[in-house]
């Protein structure tokens, strides 16, 4: 029997998505998630007075006060701007971040530990990063075979892309529904599988050349495919960011600063890298590279620079649609859904033709749903506690599964009603700390959203049997 006739492509389809259904679902709930990361931020501190632009003059008094409030030894500074996605200025290094007003005073600190859990969980599904990158990068190259070996399991490709049976045991229906999902997303998971697959293995043949090629030394494989650092002399003295915003703004490019590097503090070799956004490009950025006194010494060449770099430099846009603005981060919420719902319906399947094991099916409701609902409470206690938030999460997702296991009751429907309830409680919580701030245009979105799951969640568990 061939490899790529139907059965066998559907055995590894199957077998591949029940094996790993759990690291899958929870690999697609938060990239989902990670698509508004920028939007949780701003929900998570609604408060911070928000503005379009900053003057090279509150630059320099941004940073002289951040060296003056955080003078320990640190590799970096690293500046936001206004015009990075969030209207608000961010002045940091490699451990603090503070916002800063239009004048360039200091005000509080950096404070989302909900959303930065989640993108720990999405990037690393919280294992120590090089384990987890690599883990991560796994489950990417799994779903780029699941749609391909999706597409090989169906006997009437093309015929059965919009059917959709009803009646009976809806277990025809159901399969359909997945079928349909995964054929009309498949390019968008296709990418999503490959970009994701580059993040973590891209490491591991950098290695892999270096010990062919450069006798194991790593940068040199990196500066052949990214611009190397410049080697520079110069009296150790804080950099002159002012100035290096004036000179590119003299450029008159046409691009967009959106966030500034001062690399190797403390030494004769550091420098300023400004990162601006090309327009008609995909790739994340141009880099203006400046002395410490913020003169101009080049770029990094990756808008004219060979198609393959401009590839790999596109890649963390293209993967989390930062692109084109908000429409673009709808359709990936969207298309991110489907995704997820994928991975819930093909073990939903699964379990089906297992004769639905009450236990299993009441722990696999449990971890569809009780996910849910661990992200909500664990977010409502960011606001009212310094816990940690991968702690918290994993307790809650690990108590709800235990009670699956040995409570009868708790099925899917009422996990479904129990997340429902989490977000009216994360909700509650969110308006009672921080009041007119969370109608603000920062929070209503987010809170809306959080409006919306928790009506529909309880409705619909409120209307099955």
Not at 59 to 76: C, D, I, R
Not at 357 to 374: E, F, Y
Request: negative net charge.
């Amino acid at each position: 029997m061939s490899l790529f006739s139907r059965q066998p492509a559907l055995n590894a389809h199957s077998w591949a998505g029940v094996f790993l259904g759990v690291f899958l679902y929870l690999l697609c709930l938060s990239g989902t998630l990670v698509v508004f990361n920028q939007e949780f931020e701003r929900w998570e501190q609604p408060d911070i007075p928000e503005f379009d632009t900053v003057s090279p003059d509150a630059a320099n008094a941004a940073l002289n006060h951040f060296v003056a409030a955080e003078p320990g030894e640190t590799e970096h500074y690293f500046m936001v701007f206004p015009t990075s996605g969030i209207p608000r200025f961010v002045v940091e290094n490699d451990t603090e971040a503070y916002f800063a007003d239009e004048q360039g005073q200091l005000l509080e600190k950096e404070h989302f530990p909900w959303s930065k859990m989640l993108v720990q969980l999405h990037y690393y599904l919280h294992l120590p990063h090089s384990w987890g990158l690599i883990a991560v990068s796994t489950l990417g190259a799994v779903i780029c075979m699941l749609v391909i070996s999706g597409f090989f399991a169906h006997k009437r490709l093309v015929k059965d892309a919009f059917r959709l049976r009803r009646g009976g045991s809806g277990q025809t229906g159901r399969i359909d529904f997945h079928n349909r999902l995964g054929i009309w997303a498949s390019p968008f998971h296709l990418m999503i599988g490959i970009t994701g697959t580059y993040f973590g293995l891209a490491g591991i043949v950098l290695t892999l050349v270096a010990q062919i090629d450069t006798q194991g030394d790593r940068q040199a494989v990196t500066d052949r495919v990214f611009a190397p650092e410049p080697h520079l002399e110069q009296p150790v003295t804080t950099p002159d960011v002012g100035e290096a915003m004036r000179q590119f703004a003299a450029m008159q490019t046409g691009e967009v600063p959106i966030f500034l590097s001062v690399h190797d503090v403390g030494t004769p070799q550091q420098f300023i890298e400004l990162y601006a956004q090309v327009p008609g490009k995909m790739i994340y950025s141009e880099n203006y590279r400046f002395d410490v006194n913020g003169q101009f010494i080049g770029t990094a060449g990756y808008k004219d620079g060979h198609w393959g770099k401009q590839i790999l430099y596109s890649v963390y846009r293209l993967h989390f649609g930062d692109f084109a603005g908000l429409p673009v981060k709808l359709l990936y919420f969207i298309l991110g859904i489907m995704l997820t719902v994928l991975c819930v319906s093909g073990m939903d399947i699964w379990l089906a033709k297992q004769g639905n094991p009450l236990r299993l099916s009441r722990v696999w409701g449990a971890m569809v749903w009780g996910t849910l609902a661990a992200l909500a409470l664990s977010a409502a206690c960011s606001f009212v506690t310094d816990t940690s938030m991968v702690a918290s999460f994993w307790l809650l997702l690990c108590i709800s599964i235990v009670a699956a296991l040995f409570i009868a009751p708790l099925t899917a429907r009422r996990w479904q009603f129990i997340s429902a309830i989490s977000c009216v409680v994360l909700l509650l919580t969110h308006m009672a700390v921080w009041q007119s701030s969370a109608f603000s245009v920062n929070a209503i979105g987010i809170n809306s959203l959080l409006a919306g799951f928790a009506l529909w969640a309880g409705w619909r568990a409120l209307k099955q049997p």
